[in-house]
């Protein structure tokens, strides 16, 4: 059999070795898959679908993932925490190009992290026959492999409590590691200072993070700050951050129907 190759591009990849910034848009209500393509219409780079504070299932998940796939707009699917290394597999074999594992404390949990989403040698993971990644082709063994370990398997670590900060760099020292993603709300308020990003406390780990992925070579993310130009710019025109969340669909929502229909008051005074 001859070699096959996808074409589908890891946008994460691509965008951050250029040095620009991957913008990914959140999923965590809407399970119609369309909203993939307003979200590819409006220029974000990659998905990131939230299993973790959802009720999405991993159906919609894969029906998600798959228009991201068709869209050019790369799909990252972030699971429950200690959900399990199977859970972690089916999200991969339902067509994510990555996970976004929550709450990585030490060493031992970004290993474990890379460990699931690898195939050997890099890591443990169950081989499987057609992958979305390859289009449900068949797909020789080395080929299967290498290209899912290099381009379609990004291991998201995020980084949100005082232990996690306290072993930052050791986190970011493990081989296969691609981000360490700031969960701004859970170590905030993990360190005294909910919703208080301007504080020395918050602000100070945040640079931890950045040097630490500036020593190690690793994508420094943002997820949990959203439309606060001044923080966006101190984190990615000072910080160097490579990968945002920019905003959530939920969020989106609230805030365009808040001002359609205050727009509607303002005119008409009722």
Same mark, same amino acid.
């Given at each position: &059999?001859?070699?096959?190759?996808?074409?589908?591009?890891?946008?994460?990849?691509?965008? *951050? $070795?250029?040095?620009?910034?991957?913008?990914?848009?959140?999923?965590?209500?809407?399970?119609?898959?369309? +909203?993939?393509?307003?979200?590819?219409?409006?220029?974000?780079d990659?998905?990131?679908i939230?299993l973790?504070h959802? *009720?999405?299932?991993?159906?919609? $998940?894969?029906?998600?993932?798959?228009?991201?796939?068709?869209s050019?707009?790369t799909?990252f699917?972030?699971?429950?925490y200690?959900?399990?290394? !199977?859970f972690?597999?089916?999200?991969?074999?339902?067509?994510?190009?990555?996970?976004?594992f929550?709450h990585?404390h /030490?060493?031992?949990? @970004?290993?474990s992290?890379v460990?699931?989403?690898?195939?050997?040698?890099?890591?443990?993971?169950?081989?499987? !026959?057609?992958?979305?990644?390859?289009r449900?082709?068949p797909?020789p063994?080395?080929?299967?492999?290498?290209e /899912?370990?290099s /381009?379609?398997?990004?291991?998201?670590? &995020?980084?949100e409590?005082?232990?996690?900060?306290?072993?930052?760099?050791?986190?970011?020292?493990?081989?296969?590691?691609?981000?360490?993603?700031?969960?701004?709300?859970?170590?905030?308020t993990?360190?005294g200072?909910?919703?208080?990003?301007?504080?020395?406390e918050?602000?100070? @780990?945040?640079?931890?993070v950045?040097?630490?992925c500036k020593?190690?070579?690793?994508?420094?993310?943002?997820?949990?700050?959203?439309?606060?130009?001044?923080?966006?710019?101190?984190?990615?025109?000072k910080?160097?951050?490579?990968?945002?969340? +920019?905003?959530?669909?939920?969020?989106?929502?609230?805030?365009?129907?808040?001002?359609?229909?205050?727009?509607?008051? $303002?005119?008409?005074?009722?």
């Amino acid at each position: &059999m001859g070699s096959i190759s996808t074409s589908y591009t890891n946008n994460l990849l691509q965008k *951050t $070795a250029k040095g620009q910034i991957c913008k990914a848009f959140g999923i965590r209500l809407v399970t119609n898959p369309q +909203v993939v393509q307003l979200a590819s219409n409006c220029g974000y780079d990659a998905l990131f679908i939230d299993l973790e504070h959802s *009720t999405l299932s991993l159906h919609e $998940a894969s029906l998600l993932c798959m228009a991201g796939l068709g869209s050019g707009i790369t799909p990252f699917v972030r699971v429950p925490y200690q959900c399990g290394d !199977g859970f972690v597999q089916r999200v991969l074999d339902g067509g994510a190009m990555g996970v976004i594992f929550p709450h990585i404390h /030490n060493k031992d949990d @970004a290993i474990s992290a890379v460990s699931i989403c690898k195939y050997p040698p890099t890591g443990k993971r169950s081989m499987t !026959g057609q992958l979305p990644y390859f289009r449900l082709q068949p797909t020789p063994a080395d080929i299967f492999t290498s290209e /899912n370990n290099s /381009n379609a398997s990004s291991v998201f670590v &995020m980084i949100e409590t005082r232990e996690s900060i306290d072993n930052v760099e050791e986190i970011a020292a493990v081989d296969g590691i691609d981000v360490l993603l700031i969960g701004s709300n859970d170590l905030a308020t993990e360190l005294g200072v909910p919703a208080q990003f301007k504080s020395s406390e918050f602000q100070s @780990a945040v640079k931890a993070v950045s040097r630490a992925c500036k020593k190690y070579g690793k994508i420094f993310g943002l997820a949990g700050i959203y439309e606060n130009e001044e923080l966006h710019d101190w984190a990615l025109n000072k910080l160097g951050a490579g990968f945002v969340l +920019v905003q959530q669909d939920s969020g989106i929502l609230a805030r365009a129907g808040k001002d359609c229909a205050s727009a509607i008051t $303002a005119l008409t005074g009722r």
